[in-house]
């Protein structure tokens, strides 16, 4: 594939993808991640979309910044951040596909469970946080799939639709902040990256705004089909791309 189609593939894909994000406060990396591990080498995708999240998310806790609640997420965002140093080891020294098709196949069944009714609501939500932040901090550092840990985890407490989005949003900046030490130190964030990540952020920002446009018609358990569907829609390309690289 040449370098033009290359980046135009992929910036259609960050488009589609920061639409998602602006509506619903998370699936960027959920979709952009298994298609550009398509278009471009794997290794390049969770640095590549580490630059463009870190710009739409902090657009979006712009516009959504009055229903954050900062008691609520800040023991998560904490665990997130101390998750992030595991999952940069594993993402040098595991191979990437054969941990895509781990986690696809998880985020899959999970959602078609709750689809189909599974839920328990957790009493001690702030202590349960604990561990569903260091498995996301783990997960987006080593895969750029930090949304299906924390996804679930409000989609079960039933969080409000205009606060999910402000926590999910904050804490994703949040963690963003806590990878930035640990991909430099790694040589995965370097000038090539940056580049392409550039190049990719006018799309990524078109879409977000759109997203952020549509995302007063998305509301209630309408919210909650639109989750679940995207983590099954996600849970399958994963597997789908770490099927073609095996």
């Known amino acids: 594939m040449s370098d033009s189609l290359v980046l135009t593939a992929a910036s259609a894909i960050v488009l ?19 298609l550009l591990s398509i278009v471009i080498e794997p290794q390049m995708v969770v640095p590549v979309l580490f630059v463009q999240t870190f710009v ?21 965002t904490l665990a997130g951040m101390v998750g992030v140093p595991a999952g940069t080891v594993v993402l040098v020294i595991l191979n990437a596909s054969l941990l895509r098709l781990l986690i696809g196949s998880t985020v899959t069944l999970t959602a078609v469970a709750m689809m189909f009714g599974f839920k328990k609501t957790l009493r001690h939500e702030l202590v349960a946080s604990v561990p569903v ?11 750029s799939l930090s949304g299906p840990p924390v996804v679930f985890f409000y989609t079960n407490q039933d969080v409000d639709p205009r606060e999910f989005r ?51 018609w998305i509301q209630g358990t309408l919210f909650r089909h639109i989750t679940l569907t995207l983590m099954v829609v996600a849970g399958i390309a994963a597997i789908v791309s770490a099927a073609l690289r095996l």
């Not at 589609?16 to 298994?34: C, I, K, R, S, T």
């Not at 949003?169 to 130190?185: D, G, N, T």
């Open 16 to 34: 589609a993808a920061g639409v998602l994000q602006g509506a619903m406060g998370f699936g960027f990396a959920l979709v952009a991640a298994p």
């Open 56 to 76: 739409t998310m902090g657009l979006i806790l712009l516009h959504a910044r009055r229903h954050l609640r900062v008691r609520r997420m800040w023991l998560l």
């Open 133 to 143: 932040g260091f498995v996301s901090g783990a997960l987006g550092a080593s895969t």
């Open 166 to 216: 402000a926590n999910v949003v904050a804490y994703f900046l949040m963690l963003a902040l806590a990878m930035l030490p640990s991909f430099i130190i790694a040589g995965l964030l370097n000038s090539e990256t940056v580049l392409f990540s550039a190049q990719l952020l006018p799309a990524a920002l078109v879409g977000v705004l759109g997203g952020i446009a549509l995302n007063r």
